[in-house]
């Protein structure tokens, strides 16, 4: 198992209702493909974007550590590239 964080852009105009689901989804996708999240939460709300995604010009940052395979995180990628609220996801490998 090797150490990841993901950083996701998530729509801004989402409530706080619907942002504790999508987070809840975020995590469950980690971990229905054997990761472990350690760590998780809300980076920056409402960040002005560089240049507009899907039309936005704001997102909102969620930042999670977690262990996984490495092959998890191809079908990781996969699932939240279905999901309408992920503007945009970044996935570093951490060196332990």
Known sequence: MNKYEAMVIVKPDLSDDEKKVLF????DAIAKNGGQVSQSG????KRKLYFPIK???EGVYY????????QAIKEI???YKLNENILRVLFTRMDS
């Open 55 to 57: 039309k936005f010009q």
């Open 77 to 79: 990628r996969n699932i």
């Open 24 to 27: 809840k989804q975020i995590e």
């Open 63 to 70: 930042l999670a550590a977690f262990d996984a395979p490495s």
């Open 42 to 45: 809300v980076w920056a709300e």
